[in-house]
């Protein structure tokens, strides 16, 4: 894969074989959840936001068992996921639509599972960044004030405290556009953002 591959696919399984070997368990669970969470938001799985937040804490290893996932490979899971809710978001727009021409219906379904498919690349790019860019921070940045925002943001999922986080990296001698530009941008953001787990020590 090239990095010109990596910053424009549309389809999130090619970008999850490449991080075979390379991603840890915990960002491909992750992953996995923040799926979830998307499909919990339009209503299109049973689990519940304890379901996941459960899972989340076991992905930070606040709890100590794992009921679901023992043993799994990780890629897999995640590659699984991202197929079940492209396939879901596809079959439930279909369903919604209720158009009698079957033409029409793959059409839509095809629209909608890119469409997912999109949105499943901007969270893997979310989680891991930019491979093909080696970052690396200076321990001057991670002043109290920056750690204790990105601890917050991390704890509280409050990520529109990113570009406060931002001006407090800028405060402490980052000049890294690809940090500063993460921050300030419109995300999507979820827990496992790769700049808040770096300056976590998170992997």
Request: aromatic share 8%; proline share 4%; glycine share 4%.
């Amino acid at each position: 894969m090239t990095e010109a591959e990596w910053l424009m696919a549309t389809d999130p399984i090619p970008l999850l074989e490449f991080l075979r070997d390379r991603a840890s368990d915990r960002k491909l669970r992750l992953f996995a959840l923040a799926c979830s969470r998307r499909a919990l938001s339009h209503g299109r799985i049973a689990w519940t936001v304890s379901a996941i937040e459960a899972n989340e804490q076991y992905a930070d290893e606040q709890v100590s068992t794992d009921s679901t996932n023992r043993d799994s490979d990780f890629v897999t899971l995640a590659i699984e996921t991202a197929r079940q809710f492209a396939d879901t978001e596809a079959w439930n727009t279909v369903v919604n639509a209720a158009n009698p021409d079957y033409a029409v219906e793959i059409a839509t379904q095809n629209a909608a599972r890119a469409a997912e498919g999109v949105a499943h690349c901007d969270l893997v790019r979310e989680l891991f960044g930019n491979p093909f860019h080696s970052i690396s921070h200076d321990p001057a940045w991670r002043t109290e004030a920056v750690v204790g925002l990105a601890a917050g943001v991390y704890a509280d999922r409050a990520f529109d405290r990113l570009p406060v986080l931002a001006d407090a990296l800028e405060d402490a001698g980052c000049a890294d556009a690809d940090i500063l530009t993460h921050c300030r941008g419109p995300g999507p953001h979820v827990r496992g953002c790769w700049v808040v787990d770096l300056l976590l020590g998170k992997s």
